[in-house]
């Protein structure tokens, strides 16, 4: 069989201001047979996009290929040299979008907010046949009802901020498939979105091959999703292509040391013992006998007084936004949170796990003290003293923000640009009049070295340093202060893999080594199984599930914790993602769950389903039947 | 939307009611009024009043009224369409305005459409051709704009325009139509007479749309639905025209409301060196001599024209932008 894609010896530049001229991909060469699914893998900057770039024609103006042939061996088009095409011209225009289209990685911003789903999806197809308006349409919806919309003909004419992040993702792909291309190329499809819906995207495409026979080029980090998918894997490193061969071969044997380092960064799911995970880059982190100093140690009966924080019962609604004097009144309030009850022991990680949008964020808002719930209480333990969280203010207030501090998920958003990375750290500190000046700088140093950055760049702006860096910054304004309970809001969520296991490293050791607890919130359970000791799964404002780790990774027994560990992809070809266990979208409404664990929309408060106790520390929400069920 | 749009068209009315007492509270703030300066004036000139006289005049006027008093009247008759009276001219407002709103209309209409018809060719080129020499030279000519005076720029231009072609200096019209009834030949002299003042005030306004435009273009450019259309195999000019043109526009939609009474009252040196028949240079001569009620009618002319831009900007941004339209409350 022939190739249907032909990449030989690819190389392209930047011109960059001020730089000269960068070269992002050097000497790259492969081939995509026709239905095949090509997996390119590296971490970001290793040249992975701009390849898809070149092979579409779509570099920024910038760029330009610099040497080496592209050649698309398309059974309608014939033979085109892509590579010797101007990027605007009329042969290069009728291939984009037709016989070869692309997905994007930011299903939000990839299309235009302010034209209809069905007008940006049938352009495509508009361009290439003299289609009337009611065919383009039927050809719209047919691919939108392809791509699972559940109501294809009401989506062509919604716009996309009326759809979630799930089917705007499918719009994108609607977009490619509109004129059935032989080759679609998927810059990191599923990246930004949830486990569940990364799932079913992933579906999506494998089924959508199967039955179009079109050949994928898949771009991604994510070796989870590789091993789901690809046939054929290349590992991008640095602008060249440093392993390449069939899946099973690579994840078998992988030979080049940034294939191996990739794998071994990784955390595993499911993994029995929890091996250190091994990042690319290891950082050495020092230092910190000032920081150890500082803390004031417990009190032997410090625990008698109870858990380290309690919650509950807490509640908060967010009502619908007002439309100024004449407006309505204000709508009913959503639940942003509803119930939320649990503890955190001293010492443990807790783990928080739930999909965009479920409240978790707003939870470690209001655990610090930024959002005031409508309802419930919140208890910290200050060696020994029971604190009234909710009910301070003033003087106490602020003595008790010294004891938690929360790490932000954006490492780019969380540091103010103008500040030097000694102002931002030492900030905390100044804010709560600790110590002398001398003090600080020598506490701002000990925390450098903690986080395992160079103390010389302590004058520098945080536009000089990596995402990884950033983030190891805003770890050490967190610790400035000496908690005792530090929130982790997605820590690593914006970071590539090989640095997201710095940081979770690093996490790890500054808990063993300062005595910390954490609440560690994320959406990648993975991730959390690495790090925590007990796990708390949410869903809607509500937590369905609480149990130590190991009995909630091999025992699952809410089904939206069950649905969210099926949708995991395992960076292990020799198990892959079941897709017939994943059911349609609706895992993730409470409404929709079987018997016990059902909740109605509006059913009334002493008959929902509540935290039951299954034994061993594991809690889970649903009505009494269960108990008895599993009594029975 | 029909609720909408009559709860916004209800909200004007406090708005212009709280609007009228700023303005009214602002030209009583000078001491003294009208009467004051003008015994002041006589006397400085060696003249005198009778006093008597006075009393009668302040009694007419109604200045010996407190001002709460008197702003009632005021409303009141605005309500009616009753402008007040002109004191320096003697007569009814709405006589001494006569033309001039129409004219002022015309003139400032025209210098929007002005800014618009020359400012987006040139600022969609400077944003598809970034740093290139077209862009340079567009964007050096743009600054002068900029920065020249635009009274200067206004005698430069009277100057080559007569010494040129021969164009009368100044005015709006052939001085035989000055004060003849409305017919097709004071249209077409208007006509003829209006490239000048329209150039000379859009000058400015143009370079600060370009470069406003330009930059929001370019914003837009770089976004991630750009790409998407590009990898559609849309061509260049029907991508830049659907997508990010579109996009760029929403903030001069917005800008509608501002754009009216700012380019009325910036023309106001302009026509006073023009000697154009508009509002500028009369509201300055009441404002100076504390003709309080041509002023406050001007004022209140000018804060209508505000409120009615910023009405009109609002729907047309909703009709042009479904976010705005449907995207209340919604979460994402």
């Known amino acids: 069989m022939s190739d249907l894609l032909q990449v030989t010896d690819l190389e392209v530049e930047f011109r960059q201001s001020g730089e000269g001229i960068v070269s992002a991909v050097r000497g790259v060469s492969f081939r995509i047979r026709p239905g095949e699914t090509v997996a390119l893998v590296g971490e970001s900057g290793s040249g992975k996009s701009v390849v898809a770039q070149s092979i579409m024609g779509i570099l920024p103006r910038n760029g330009r290929i610099a040497g080496g042939e592209i050649r698309l061996n398309d059974p309608v088009t014939g033979t085109i040299v892509i590579s010797k095409l101007d990027r605007d011209d009329r042969r290069m225009r009728a291939l984009r979008g037709n016989r070869m289209a692309m997905v994007f990685q930011e299903p939000m911003t990839s299309l235009s907010p302010v034209h209809r789903i069905g007008d940006q999806i049938g352009e495509a197809y508009r361009l290439r046949h003299r289609a009337s308006r009611t065919e383009v349409q039927e050809r719209t919806e047919e691919t939108l009802r392809l791509v699972g919309f559940p109501n294809p003909r009401q989506a062509l004419r919604s716009y996309p901020f009326e759809l979630s992040g799930g089917l705007r993702q499918r719009a994108v792909i609607a977009m490619g498939l509109i004129c059935r291309p032989s080759l679609l190329i998927a810059d990191e499809p599923t990246t930004a979105l949830d486990v569940t819906i990364q799932a079913q995207i992933l579906k999506l495409l494998f089924d959508l091959q199967q039955q179009f026979g079109m050949a994928i080029l898949m771009i991604t980090h994510d070796l989870g999703v590789v091993a789901n998918l690809a046939r054929e894997v290349l590992v991008m490193y640095q602008g060249r292509i440093v392993e390449s061969g069939p899946r099973d071969d690579l994840f078998a044997n992988p030979c080049h040391p940034y294939l191996k380092a990739l794998l071994h960064a990784v955390p595993r799911f499911r993994e029995d013992n929890r091996q250190r995970l091994v990042p690319i880059r290891e950082i050495a982190s020092e230092g910190g006998q000032l920081l150890s100093r500082a803390i004031t140690p417990w009190p032997a009966d410090g625990d008698r007084a109870g858990p380290l924080l309690s919650v509950a019962g807490v509640s908060k609604s967010y009502h619908g936004q007002r439309g100024g004097w004449f407006a309505g009144p204000a709508s009913a309030g959503m639940p942003a949170v509803d119930d939320i009850s649990f503890t955190i022991r001293r010492g443990e990680c807790l783990g928080l796990v739930g999909e965009s949008g479920c409240g978790k964020t707003t939870l470690a808002k209001i655990l610090m003290r930024a959002i005031t719930p409508d309802q419930g209480r919140v208890l910290f333990n200050n060696r020994g003293h029971q604190i009234d969280v909710l009910g301070l203010d003033g003087h106490a207030l602020m003595q008790w923000r010294q004891r938690q501090q929360i790490i932000f998920q954006d490492p780019f958003g969380s540091l103010d640009p103008r500040m030097t990375v000694f102002d931002i750290i030492v900030e905390p500190l100044v804010i709560h009049r600790v110590g002398s000046a001398e003090e600080r700088q020598a506490l701002v140093e000990d925390l450098m070295a903690l986080v395992g950055l160079e103390r010389q760049h302590v004058h520098r702006h945080p536009h000089s340093f990596s995402g990884g860096q950033r983030q190891r910054i805003g770890i050490a304004r967190a610790l400035a202060l000496r908690p005792d309970l530090v929130l982790c809001d997605e820590p690593v969520s914006a970071l590539d893999v090989s640095i997201q296991a710095q940081i979770l490293n690093l996490l790890k050791d500054l808990q063993s080594r300062l005595g910390l607890t954490y609440l560690f919130i994320s959406h990648n359970l993975a991730v959390v199984d690495y790090l925590a000791d007990r796990v708390m799964v949410m869903c809607q404002g509500r937590i369905v599930e609480i149990a130590p780790r190991k009995s909630l990774f091999c025992n699952p027994v809410h089904p939206y914790t069950q649905t969210l560990l099926l949708a995991v992809p395992n960076p292990d070809p020799r198990f892959p993602l079941d897709f017939t266990q994943l059911g349609p979208c609706r895992t993730s409404d409470p409404g929709a769950w079987p018997a016990p664990f059902t909740i109605p929309p509006a059913a009334d408060p002493a008959s929902r389903p509540r935290l039951i106790d299954l034994g061993n520390d594991h809690w889970v929400r649903a009505t009494k039947e269960l108990t008895s069920c599993a009594r029975a | ?332």
């Open chain 2, 1 to 332: 939307m029909i609720s909408y749009l009559v709860r916004r068209i209800l909200i004007m009315i406090p708005t212009l009611l709280v609007i009228s007492v700023i303005i009214f509270t602002i030209i009583q703030l000078p001491p003294g009024d009208y009467l004051s300066t003008m015994v002041a004036e006589l006397q400085a000139r060696g003249e005198s009043i009778d006093q008597g006289r006075l009393h009668f005049l302040r009694e007419t006027y109604g200045l010996d009224q407190s001002p709460v008093e008197r702003y009632g009247h005021w409303i009141a008759g605005l309500a009616h369409g009753d402008f007040g009276w002109s004191f320096e001219y003697g007569m009814p407002v709405r006589d001494v305005v006569g033309d001039r709103l129409l004219l002022t209309v015309i003139v400032s209409g025209a210098t929007v459409l002005f800014i618009w018809l020359v400012s987006f060719p040139i600022a969609i080129y400077s944003a598809t051709h970034p740093y290139s020499w077209g862009d340079y030279t567009l964007t050096l000519i743009g600054f002068l704009g900029l920065a020249t005076p635009s009274f200067l720029f206004a005698l430069v231009l009277l100057y080559l325009a007569n010494v040129l072609f021969g164009l009368p200096i100044g005015g709006l019209m052939a001085p035989a139509y000055q004060d003849a009834p409305w017919s097709w030949g004071k249209v077409l002299s208007i006509l003829s007479h209006l490239w000048l003042p329209v150039i000379v005030i859009g000058s400015s306004g143009t370079a600060g749309m370009i470069r406003r435009l330009r930059a929001n273009l370019m914003d837009e450019l770089n976004k991630q639905y750009v790409v998407t259309a590009r990898a559609k195999g849309l061509s260049p000019t029907r991508l830049l025209i659907k997508y990010p043109l579109r996009l760029a526009l929403n903030p001069f939609i917005a800008d509608i409301g501002a754009i009216l009474p700012q380019i009325i009252s910036g023309a106001a040196v302009v026509s006073i060196v023009l000697s154009l028949p508009t509002e500028g240079p009369m509201l300055l001569d009441a404002l100076r001599s504390q003709d309080m009620y041509l002023a406050g009618s001007f004022l209140m002319f000018m804060a209508v024209l505000t409120v009615v831009g910023v009405f009109l900007s609002d729907i047309a941004l909703a009709l042009l932008d479904p976010r705005i339209r449907l995207g209340g409350g919604v979460r994402r």
